[in-house]
């Protein structure tokens, strides 16, 4: 019997330093998150990044964390639920990192027969540090502990025209009140390194942009073009005016280059340009986190105005609206009836 795996990033159990670091720990210990030699990654994560960063990335959560739970958590969940209504295949929720492993999902879609399964990473894009990192791990835990099991990837959507118009229509929404001088797309931010080392062909992708429009294989791995495509294809979907849209990338931990513009710096120069009118949409991610509610939401807004802008708004994710619901059922269900999936 045919069924389906959603996975997503995870969060910590609850907003607290002791249930923040193991979480981290897994996290950011993962070599495809921080792609150094162990040895390296483990002064760096565990002797550095992990001595002070739990405390106050729970002091962050505990601004965002709802009465449920993780806001990525409790999206995720009812976002599965409701496309569960649509299909006749068991459907399940893992994690990638935290205590809602992919292994206990995989069990629970075997417990009810499941032997063929589309896993479906949450991410619009390809990433290391995201996608992959999703598909290596699902494929190791179906070694390891499923061997029987077959298994299909959903392939990065951030290009299909049905999610594009999905999301143009989530922004649209958004917009709908709120006159804006600028619409930034901010997505999370990864090292320029992840760019060249997902390069398949080690030549092409040159950071800045100039090989973006020279069609590559590269592309499909392509962290940074696929933000860009996914901006460009939505901006021509709603016809706005190329002027007032721009991309940025949040989120980065200090180090190493990573890819630019960093949208806080974008909160300072847009007002200092007379841009006092920001709408700020998130599309690395499908549902709300903290990523959107804190550093965006709450950080991003006092950081606009402290510059002197005047009217700020978030757009939110697509969590688990009826279009995007509906669109996710669309496509497990022809994978169900036909193989086929959307690239
Ligand atoms: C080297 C560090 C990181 C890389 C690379 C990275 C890539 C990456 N992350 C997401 C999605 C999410 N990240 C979230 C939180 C988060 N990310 C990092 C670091 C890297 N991410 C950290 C340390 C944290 C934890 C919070 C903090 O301490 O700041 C989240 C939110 C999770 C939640 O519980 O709400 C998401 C989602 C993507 C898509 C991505 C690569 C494209
Ligand atoms: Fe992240
Ligand atoms: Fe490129």
Known sequence: MKGVLFVNLGSPDSPTAKDVKPYLDEFLMDGRVIDVPIILRNILVRGIILQTRPKKSAQAYKKIWWEEGSPLIVISERFTEKVKKQTKMPVALGMRYGSMTTKKALQELKDQGVDEVLLVPLYPHYAMSSYETVVVKVMEDQQNYFPEMKLTTLPAFYKNPDYIKVLSDSIAEGLKDFEYDQLLFSYHGIPERHIRKSDPTKFHCKIDGSCCQINSVAHHTCYRHQCYEM???????????????????????????????????????????????????????????????????MEGKEQFEEGGGEHYKHIPCLNDSPDWVNLMAQWVNEWEATETLPL
Not at 245 to 265: E, H, M
Not at 268 to 297: M, S
Request: glycine fraction near 4%; charge should be negative; hydrophobic fraction near 35%.
């Open 231 to 297: 901006t460009k294809l939505v901006r021509e979907h709603l016809g706005l005016p190329e002027n007032k849209v721009s991309v940025s990338f949040q989120s980065r931990l200090a180090g190493d280059p990573w890819l630019k513009p960093y949208t806080d710096y974008e909160f300072e120069r847009f007002p200092k340009e007379g841009k006092r009118r920001l709408a700020v949409i998130t599309p690395a991610f499908v549902a709300d986190c903290l990523e959107t509610l804190e550093e965006i939401a």
